[in-house]
């Protein structure tokens, strides 16, 4: 069986970092995706798709340290569903990609607003294979 996912869009917003009680870096942000159609009047119509992203340890640090908001990234990933109670009692849902591998599209000064701006120009993308995370690490 395969669960892979493959995405490439810009962050809506620099990412939210958080630690979990071992101490392991988790990052979250969300990128958009988008595609572009023409209606049956002939207007070319844009529709974006939202997409929630998860990264830990190492992979976490660099997006934190060097994504921002409008940021283009390519993201590899594997597509989790979680499920949880909220305090209210109702029954909620996620979707989200948990991230193995970023890169990032674009060189220093071309993104939007944000900390990717900082990057020096000698690295213009940061890889991270599926090594620097672990299957069993807590949500």
Request: charged fraction near 30%.
């Amino acid at each position: 069986m395969v669960n892979k996912v493959i995405l490439v869009g810009r962050l809506g917003a620099d990412p939210e970092v958080r630690y979990t009680p071992d101490g392991t870096m988790v990052v979250n942000f969300r990128i958009a995706t988008d595609e572009s159609y023409k209606n049956k009047q002939g207007e070319k119509v844009l529709k974006a798709e939202w997409h929630r992203i998860v990264v830990f340890g190492k992979l976490a640090e660099i997006c934190g340290s060097y994504l921002g908001k409008g940021r283009l990234v390519f993201i590899e990933g594997r597509l989790q569903t979680r499920t949880w109670d909220d305090k209210d009692g109702n029954k909620r849902s996620t979707t989200e990609i948990i991230a193995g591998n970023m890169q990032m599209l674009e060189p220093r000064g071309q993104s939007g607003s944000g900390k990717g701006q900082d990057m020096p120009m000698n690295e213009p993308s940061i890889p991270y294979g599926e090594e620097s995370i672990t299957d069993d690490i807590p949500f």
